[in-house]
């Protein structure tokens, strides 16, 4: 794997510095390859769909310099693994260093835990949480089931402490990402309104 990885990457290892997810859950989660290896990542999209018709599969396009959103491609069936292809020929292979790809559930929950780092930040912190449309049968159970994930005084903390850091650095906002998948749940990314700066500050600590 490249020996550089993309910014992307080095952001999403700021998770395990910060104990929020492990670096071993990540690199489960997220198959990565350089972009020379496209064809391979197909193949190997076309084997876990031939293994299982339980899941879809997003591919992430990632430029080396790039912290925000990817150009993404979802994958249901291979008839769009041809669709994928063409995708990325379109948006140019010479702009990305990698690509990855990541399984995606019917009954995955994703939200957002936000925080607005004003003046009132942190003595009078009110963290807002917003989740995707869930099922009626289901949402209050899994609903509960995220706050109940949030509030373990340990994960709770860590991103209090991630949020301070991020005032710090001269953030005005901070959030984290979530996914709920059954009874398993994880922080998958977080976000400021300043990536860049950001990034360059706590560098030190993600080392």
């Not at 190997?44 to 790039?66: L, Q, R």
């Not at 912190?125 to 209050?140: G, Y």
């Not at 749940?185 to 706590?202: A, G, R, S, T």
Request: glycine residues 4%; contains cysteine; hydrophobic residues 35%.
């Amino acid at each position: 794997m490249n020996n550089n990885p993309p910014v992307k990457w080095k952001k999403y290892m700021f998770l395990p510095t910060m104990g929020l997810r492990s670096m071993e859950s990540i690199e489960n989660d997220i198959k990565r390859y350089n972009i020379k290896d496209n064809a391979q990542m197909f193949k190997d999209i076309e084997k876990e769909i031939k293994a299982s018709k339980e899941f879809a599969y997003v591919c992430s396009f990632v430029p080396p310099n790039w912290a925000h959103s990817t150009p993404k491609y979802l994958i249901k069936e291979y008839a769009d693994i041809d669709k994928a292809k063409n995708y990325l020929q379109e948006l140019g292979p010479s702009k990305f260093s990698e690509v990855w790809f990541f399984n995606h559930s019917k009954t995955d929950v994703f939200g957002r835990l936000s925080y607005e780092l004003d003046e009132g930040f942190p003595e009078f912190a009110k963290p807002v949480l917003e989740t995707q449309r869930i099922a009626s049968a289901e949402r209050e159970q899994k609903l509960q089931l995220i706050h109940d994930k949030l509030n373990n005084p340990y994960r709770k903390r860590r991103i209090f402490d991630f949020a301070l850091l991020a005032k710090a650095a001269g953030c005005r906002e901070f959030s984290v990402q979530l996914k709920l998948r059954d009874s398993r749940f994880l922080i998958y990314d977080w976000d400021k309104d300043n990536d860049d700066i950001v990034l360059e500050k706590l560098k030190g600590l993600g080392e």
